[in-house]
T-cell receptor, first 112, second 115 residues
Framework: GQSLEQPSEVTAVEGAIVQINCTYQ??????LSWYQQHDGGAPTFLSY????GLEETGRFSSFLSRSDSYGYLLLQELQMKDSASYFC?????????????FGKGTRLSVIA | EAGVAQSPRYKIIEKRQSVAFWCNPI?????LYWYQQILGQGPKLLIQ????????DSQLPKDRFSAERLKGVDSTLKIQPAKLEDSAVYLC?????????????FGPGTRLTVT
């Protein structure tokens, strides 16, 4: 089986940097994805790490270490609009089709 | 391009009633997904279509849930009869032909309340 662990809540100050961790237990997967979801809104894709290392997209970066079973999403220069839930997700490697498996999400609150 | 469309946005029904949700994916997207998202949790896949064929419905409670995508475009998800534990947001997502499923485009969802 597979499980993804994320902190349930994180609070950070506007303009600061915040890191949202995702640890997982799965025998193998294709890569780690991150999604953002505002209250009442649709999840939107943020980033994908197929390989170990850091991927940067503007103020957001994502990191993966398969040897440590660990990844994180880094948000820089936090803005109030970044207040949302963030989900990590993996697609496990099994035979046949494998669905995207989401973590329970981390609710980020950005305060002034 | 237009995003994934879903309707209705909200639905309140009593237990044992039936309900149907509709989804129109992004034009040209071959793969369509239905997810259930319970409050405080991540989306959980219910069913995946490739064109009009079912790829994965292993987590669909088939005794009460059904879904179809007859012409390979829009899709409906039905619950009959509903239970209290079906209260959730039902999300539809799609991906283009040949794309990996790690980047999915989600609709706004239908929030279902079963009383």
């Amino acid at each position: 089986g597979q499980s993804l662990e994320q902190p349930s809540e994180v609070t950070a100050v506007e303009g600061a940097i915040v890191q949202i961790n995702c640890t997982y237990q799965t025998s193998g997967f294709y890569g780690l994805s991150w999604y953002q979801q505002h209250d009442g809104g649709a999840p939107t894709f943020l980033s994908y790490n197929a390989l170990d290392g850091l991927e940067e997209t503007g103020r957001f970066s994502s990191f993966l270490s398969r040897s440590d079973s660990y990844g994180y999403l880094l948000l820089q220069e936090l803005q109030m609009k970044d207040s949302a839930s963030y989900f990590c997700a993996v697609r496990p490697i099994y035979s046949g089709n494998t669905p995207l498996v989401f973590g329970k999400g981390t609710r980020l609150s950005v305060i002034a | 391009e237009a995003g994934v469309a879903q309707s209705p946005r909200y639905k309140i029904i009593e237990k044992r009633q039936s309900v149907a949700f509709w989804c129109n994916p992004i034009s040209g997207h071959a793969t369509l997904y239905w997810y259930q998202q319970i409050l405080g949790q991540g989306p959980k896949l219910l069913i995946q279509f490739q064109n009009n064929g079912v790829v994965d419905d292993s987590q669909l409670p088939k005794d009460r849930f059904s879904a179809e995508r007859l012409k390979g475009v829009d899709s409906t998800l039905k619950i009959q009869p509903a239970k209290l534990e079906d209260s959730a947001v039902y999300l539809c997502a799609s991906t283009p032909r040949g794309a990996r499923n790690y980047e999915q485009y989600f609709g706004p969802g239908t929030r279902l309340t079963v009383t």
